[in-house]
Structure formats: C-alpha cells, structure tokens
T-cell receptor, first 114, second 110 residues
Framework: EPEVTQTPSHQVTQMGQEVILRCVPI?????FYWYRQILGQKVEFLVS????????KSEIFDDQFSVERPDGSNFTLKIRSTKLEDSAMYFC????????????FGSGTRLTVV | AQRVTQPEKLLSVFKGAPVELKCNYS??????LFWYVQYSRQRLQLLLR??SRESIKGFTADLNKGETSFHLKKPFAQEEDSAMYYC????????????FGIGTKLQVIP
C-alpha cells in the first residue's frame, strides 16, 4: 500500500535556526498538506498546496513558514527562524482529488525547539 | 466557522462493554464527517466516513444533522481498540482542509 514518507522522524533544533521538514507524497496524488499537533492539543491545519501553489493557509502559517515542491517527488515545509512554540508533531498528507476521505497521512516529524 | 467538539479527552471502558465516542460539529453548509484513529506510535488512519455508511472494525457512526453529531459506536470493545480517536470535518467539493476535534483517548481495560 502506498505511503506518505516523512523525514526525519525527530528533529531537535535551537531557537532561531531554520528547519526543513521533508515529505514524499504518494506519487499520483495532486493535493498536499501540512498539519501540526502541539503536545496535548488538536491537529491543526497549516497549509494546502495544489498545482505548485498554496491553495489555502491558516493563521498559524505566517511569514516564518514556507512550502515548496522542489522536484516531482518532495514536498517540504520550512520554518525560517524557529521559536519554542513551534515544537510540535508535523504531519504531511496528500490526496488524489481532495477530500479528507482520500487523505493519506505520513507518520509525522516531531520537532523540538530548544 | 468549522468546529469539531469531542467532549471527552479520555474514555475508559472494560473489554466487552459498549463504546460511544462523542462528536459534535458546527458548520454552516453540508459537511463531510470522518473518524480517524491513531494507534500508539502509528500514523493517523481514516477509520470511517459518513458518506460510505460502512462499518470498520465493528465501529459505526451515524450523522445526525438535527443534533449536529457524529458519534462513534461499537457494541463490544476489544483491547486492540485502545487508541486516540479524532472526529474530523471538511466541506464538500474540491480540495478540502480538515478540521479536527481534540481527540478522545479510548482505553479498553482487560
């Protein structure tokens, strides 16, 4: 069964540093998403990406965040200058034609900012 | 605004007992409702969606538009059902972002 792959599984970074979280969506999927989950809180939508541009972003997704699909397979989330409150589990997801029923989630990257 | 409410953070039941995980939603249009499950150290997985009206692993959920609820039920809990359960909502049509509830941890006591 196809999977969404995320790397690394755990990243520790110092406050103020840039981090890039990587995701390989399922190959024939067209929609890509990032979500995050702060410990003890709910999973929150960050951004959706379709046709090489952002479709929608949440209030959380401010100028410190950016996404990119640098080649035909990777989908990255960059945080330019990390803050302590960016510590969370970050989930990538992809879907073939939109719709949460068609989502496939990755296993997540745990980001710890110290 | 879309909102999903799961009133219980933790639900403990004995093996063999019935399970009901509550979910209420707020949405002005016609939403699609889902339940996701996350077993320990595993990724989020779709459990079921209201459109398909199917039963997965013995779980069912009925969308009640009058009460704006989508409770997840299972008549007899099993130990392997222990997990985090997230109710989720999207709008219909096109791509959709997902709005999740805070999740309910189901603990099945042997």
């Amino acid at each position: 069964e196809p999977e969404v792959t995320q790397t690394p599984s755990h990243q520790v970074t110092q406050m103020g540093q840039e981090v890039i979280l990587r995701c390989v969506p399922i190959s024939n999927h067209l929609y890509f998403y990032w979500y995050r989950q702060i410990l003890g809180q709910k999973v929150e939508f960050l951004v959706s990406f379709y046709n090489n541009e952002i479709s929608e972003k949440s209030e959380i997704f401010d100028d410190q965040f950016s996404v990119e699909r640098p080649d035909g397979s990777n989908f990255t989330l960059k945080i330019r200058s990390t803050k302590l409150e960016d510590s969370a589990m970050y989930f990538c997801a992809s879907s073939e034609a939109g719709g949460a029923g068609g989502y496939t989630f990755g296993s997540g990257t745990r980001l710890t900012v110290v | 605004a879309q909102r999903v409410t799961q009133p219980e953070k933790l639900l403990s039941v004995f093996k063999g007992a019935p399970v009901e995980l509550k979910c209420n939603y707020s949405y002005s249009g016609s939403p699609e409702l889902f339940w996701y499950v996350q077993y320990s150290r595993q990724r989020l997985q779709l459990l079921l969606r209201h459109i398909s009206r199917e039963s997965i692993k013995g779980f069912t959920a009925d969308l009640n538009k009058g009460e704006t609820s989508f409770h997840l039920k299972k008549p007899f809990a099993q130990e392997e059902d222990s997990a985090m359960y997230y109710c989720a909502l999207t709008s219909s049509g096109g791509y959709q972002k997902v709005t999740f509830g805070i999740g309910t941890k189901l603990q099945v006591i042997p």
